[in-house]
């Protein structure tokens, strides 16, 4: 399976633009803003720098730091956004995990900060642009788990290959 760099690009800004959603339930802490920035530069035609990963990483700290939930699942989406850009070529259903879980992880905060996961999907659904569902359909069905985030999960992944 080959993954074109203008593919990781298109999924790349769609993860930015769900993790940016939600990049108001963290407060005071700049990582995951970081990373989205890093992401947003990596779909504007940037290339794949050790600064995007470190980002990446760097949000992953912070999202297991945050106390509150819902920031910590914002941060989480902020992860999923700079790590799209090396979304692997490989056909497994854990890739699944790294094209819906941006937009999974968004839809998860919005929910734990009061509002409407659903609504948050709904979104994500309208704004995936094409190469987002071409590239689902070459891996393999995931594997959600039976939470809360697995029913995301099937929710986003069920709409994107139809």
């Given at each position: 399976?080959?993954?074109?760099?203008?593919?990781l690009r298109?999924?790349?800004?769609?993860?930015?633009?769900?993790?940016?959603?939600?990049?108001?339930?963290?407060?005071?802490?700049?990582?995951?803003?970081?990373?989205?920035?890093?992401?947003?530069?990596?779909?504007?035609?940037?290339?794949?720098?050790k600064a995007l990963r470190t980002a990446a990483w760097d949000a992953l700290a912070a999202a297991g730091e945050l106390a509150d939930p819902a920031a910590s699942a914002a941060a989480r989406a902020a992860v999923g956004a700079a790590g799209a850009a090396y979304l692997h070529p490989l056909e497994s259903p854990h890739q699944v995990k790294h094209i819906v879980g941006p937009a999974q992880q968004?839809?998860?905060?919005?929910e734990l900060s009061g509002g409407d996961a659903?609504?948050?999907?709904?979104w994500a659904l309208d704004q995936a642009p094409p190469e987002v569902s071409e590239i689902l359909r070459r891996f393999p069905p995931g594997k959600p788990g039976r939470t809360r985030l697995g029913d995301?999960?099937?929710?986003l992944e069920t709409a994107l290959r139809a």
């Open positions: 399976m080959e993954l074109s760099l203008d593919e298109a999924l790349t800004g769609w993860a930015a633009a769900c993790a940016a959603r939600v990049l108001p339930l963290i407060p005071d802490d700049p990582r995951p803003a970081s990373a989205i920035a890093a992401a947003r530069e990596f779909a504007s035609g940037g290339p794949r720098t968004a839809a998860l905060a919005r659903e609504a948050e999907v709904r995301l999960h099937r929710r």
